[in-house]
């Protein structure tokens, strides 16, 4: 399999990692009145699609391990478990997500959900593996907790001027930071030890988890909408347009692209896994961006919680830049 062997190489795939999970979610914006329920079907075929094409591609070609099918065989029973466990979390954590960005936008959905999941995803990460620099490293976290918070008065602002079920989509975007950040300590956990199967097929036992666990939850999801609209027939997914189907299954495939990019780096010498969460959790500043300025999600939103924004970009681009040294200071 391929496995960085450089920094540089590393923060790449840090920073291809950061761009795929803030921009998946875009497919969804190209899906107007396709419900998120019928959209996350497609959505998980393409993430396990997009787990096959790296591990039979990235993860057989190098001589920095045994390739991808070698891996699958080799690996034991409780490393691949747990990675399946990290699917399943990650994916109820997902669902919700999708909900929060239905209700809430990008704009609001991915800084505080995702932002949250970067913070307890980052301090548990690190307790299973303490590598970088604990101080440059906390400290941008903390950073990133400040636009968190930031972000949050400036969606207040906006809700005072737009009807929106606000509460219900900040809570849900809190459930759905709490479950994100659990899930990748499980994979790095995966990937640790005798018997692990390597960052590449621990993305693939990583689909499985979300597909098995896609079928009970959005069905549930489906029948009990979050967000307070009509139950949700299968009947529509045979009803949407096929460019739905593919958007659907693009945003699938571009969030596991991110996904196995990420646990490729956090394997790489100095990395670590809280580095590498950390910075592909940059994604929440990517995704702000999208929805401030492509989907215009803030515009009738009064002057000072623009203005907020702005801080919320700076304190997010400080904290992420202190993560990514973290390794090498």
Same mark, same amino acid.
């Given at each position: 399999m391929f496995q960085p062997?450089?920094?540089?190489?590393?923060?790449?795939?840090?920073?291809?990692?950061?761009?795929?999970?803030?921009?998946?979610?875009?497919?969804?914006?190209?899906?107007?009145?396709?419900?998120?329920?019928?959209?996350?079907?497609?959505?998980?075929?393409g993430v396990l699609l997009g787990s096959f094409f790296w591990g039979l591609t990235l993860g057989s070609l190098g001589h920095s391990g045994p390739g991808f099918l070698a891996a699958i065989d080799h690996a034991d029973i409780r490393h691949a478990l747990l990675a399946v466990a990290g699917g399943v979390v990650?994916?109820?954590?997902?669902?919700?997500?999708v909900a929060a960005i239905d209700i809430a936008g990008l704009a609001v959905a991915f800084p505080v959900g995702i932002g949250l999941a970067?913070?307890? /995803?980052?301090?548990?990460?690190?307790?299973?593996?303490?590598r970088g620099n604990p101080w440059l490293l906390f400290g941008g976290?903390?950073?990133v907790l400040?636009?968190?918070v930031v972000d949050a008065l400036a969606y207040r602002m906006r809700e005072q001027t737009q009807a929106a079920m606000s509460r219900r989509g900040v809570v849900i975007c809190i459930v759905s930071g709490v479950l994100m950040g659990t899930f990748y300590p499980l994979v790095a956990g995966s990937m640790g030890g005798t018997g692990s199967p390597g960052p590449y097929a621990a993305g693939f036992f990583f689909a499985i988890g979300v597909a098995i666990c896609a079928l009970p939850v959005n069905w549930l999801f489906m029948r009990k909408p979050l967000d307070g609209r009509e139950p949700v027939a299968l009947a529509g997914v045979f009803r949407a347009p096929s460019r739905w189907h593919v958007w659907g299954a693009i945003g699938g495939a571009v969030w596991c692209t991110g996904a196995v990019m990420n646990f490729a780096a956090s394997q790489a010498h100095l990395v670590g896994p809280a580095v590498s969460y950390?910075? /592909?959790?940059?994604?929440?500043?990517?995704?702000? /961006?999208? /929805?401030?300025?492509?989907?215009?999600e803030f515009g009738g939103a009064p002057a000072a919680a623009k203005r907020l924004l702005v801080w919320m970009f700076l304190l997010f681009v400080a904290g992420l830049t202190a993560v990514a040294v973290a390794p090498i200071l």
């Open positions: 062997q450089t920094y540089a190489i590393a923060l790449s795939f840090m920073l291809i990692s950061m761009l795929c999970w803030g921009s998946w979610a875009n497919t969804l914006k190209l899906c107007p009145g396709y419900r998120f329920q019928l959209f996350y079907w497609d959505y998980v075929i990650f994916n109820v954590a997902n669902l919700l997500l970067l913070v307890i /995803g980052a301090l548990s990460s690190y307790v299973v593996s303490p976290i903390a950073l400040a636009a968190i950390s910075i /592909g959790q940059g994604a929440t500043m990517v995704s702000a /961006g999208w /929805g401030v300025f492509v989907w215009k």
